[in-house]
Each structure stands twice: as structure tokens, then as C-alpha cells.
């Protein structure tokens, strides 16, 4: 049988190594030896002695931050022996490694993977407020270990060495050491009230040194947001 389908490029990576890796640019290979965590719903294929254990948000204390923000991370534990392959609707894979006294601030909805070696929590976004119906809450990653990130579509690396504005719909993650904040960038007046808006009524502030990933593509606003901006004022103090 021939076809360009079983061309190079489209065979099982293969490495004598345990851990993470790209299987192409839509798909993540773990090569399991022990314990992994992926979103639920993520496998697309594996191979080997494989068992999959539902956790929820992580844990009970995640689980009851995420019902009353609306964020966090749906998580399977992944345990045995073998490959497992991940994707999440074909978007961008990308693996990023923390090393201790790292801390990365992510939006649940773009964490795909991360070894079980890494600790997070859900974290209210500084300076957010009540102004925005997204993005109120992070998760926010630390420890050593690789993390497997989706984007859609390729997306741009932004050092922070001036003040930047970010989409808060299209910001991927960031350096947790940033100062964060909201700024309103639609002007208000006689258009605004006659119902013409540019859509951009607020963005994301960063300060200070570090990086802000951002995706070619905004992600449709929290439902629930009302709820939502309700609990902000009430779970901030709770949640840092």
C-alpha cells in the first residue's frame, strides 16, 4: 500500500525517553512511565496499560473555586505504562518548562497537559476589579515540570518592556510576576450611547518584566458573566 498519508512526518514519534513531546503541531505525546495530568475529554489514541481517573478541578478546594468563578481546569489523571496521545479540536500544541521559583499565570481553557510534578491554584487577576466579564480568574502554575499549552493558531510572544494591552479573550498565559490590571480603551461618548461600539470596551493591562502570549484569536466571553462579576468583590480575599 502507498500514500504520501505514511510519509515520515505522519509516523509515531518515537524516544527512549519518559515525558512530554510534540507529536506534530496539533497533537502532544506523553510517553508514560508512571503519572501525568491532562484535560478531561483530551485523548485522542494510546497505546499499552493505560487507566484514567477522573479529578474533577483537582482537588476539592479547586473544585469549589472553579463552580463559583467559572475557571480552572477539568482534569484526568492519566497512570501505567505506554504512549498517550492528546489534542484539543486541532488547536496549537506548545510545551513550556517550569523551573523552581517560575510561576506562570494561564487561562484554563488553554492548558492541555502538565506533569504531576507541578502544583496550581486558582487565582483572581490583579487589578481586574468588576469591569470585565472574562478573564477575572487565572490558574496559576508553579513548580518544575513541563506544561502543554493549545493556542488557536500561532500565536505572538510579547516581552513586557513598556506598558501593554492585551485582548483579555486572546491573552494564553503569562509571567505571574507581571502587574495586572484593566484599562478601558473605548472612548466614551455620543456614539457609545447611541449603541456604536468597537467591541474593544476593555483590555488587559501588563507592567513590569516578563511575557505576555497572546493567540490570533478571541475566545467567546464567560457565561454567567453577571454571576460572575457578582462573586469577584466577595472571592478575591478568599481566593489569593
Not at 504512549?83 to 506548545?94: E, G, K, N, S
Not at 506562570?104 to 466579564?133: E, H, P
Amino acid at each position: 500500500m502507498r500514500s504520501a498519508l505514511f510519509s515520515a512526518e505522519n509516523l509515531e514519534k518515537e524516544s527512549a525517553q519518559p515525558g512530554m513531546r510534540l507529536q506534530n503541531s496539533k497533537m502532544l505525546k506523553i510517553e508514560l512511565n508512571g503519572e501525568a495530568m491532562a484535560r478531561v475529554g483530551s485523548m485522542v489514541a494510546y497505546q499499552g496499560q493505560v487507566q484514567f481517573q477522573a479529578l474533577g478541578s483537582g482537588g476539592i478546594g479547586k473544585f469549589l473555586k472553579q463552580k463559583l468563578t467559572g475557571e480552572g481546569v477539568p482534569l484526568m489523571k492519566i497512570t501505567g505504562r505506554g504512549d498517550v496521545f492528546l489534542a484539543d479540536y486541532a488547536a496549537d500544541v506548545h510545551l513550556i518548562d517550569l523551573e523552581p521559583g517560575d510561576a506562570l499565570s494561564i487561562n484554563g481553557s488553554s492548558v492541555l497537559a502538565f506533569d504531576s510534578t507541578l502544583q496550581y491554584d486558582i487565582k483572581m487577576v490583579g487589578g481586574a476589579g468588576m469591569m470585565s466579564s472574562s478573564g477575572l480568574f487565572n490558574c496559576v502554575f508553579t513548580g518544575y515540570g513541563r506544561i502543554a499549552v493549545t493556542t488557536k493558531g500561532t500565536p505572538v510572544v510579547l516581552n513586557v518592556d513598556a506598558p501593554t494591552y492585551v485582548d483579555p479573550q486572546a491573552a494564553v498565559c503569562w509571567s505571574a510576576s507581571l502587574q495586572t490590571g484593566y484599562h478601558r480603551a473605548e472612548q466614551i461618548g455620543l456614539g457609545t450611547l447611541l449603541g456604536r461600539r468597537t467591541g474593544e470596551a476593555f483590555t488587559m493591562s501588563f507592567a513590569g518584566q516578563g511575557f505576555v502570549i497572546v493567540q490570533p484569536s478571541e475566545e467567546p466571553p464567560i457565561q454567567g458573566s453577571g454571576q460572575q462579576e457578582q462573586q469577584g468583590g466577595l472571592l478575591g480575599g478568599l481566593l489569593d
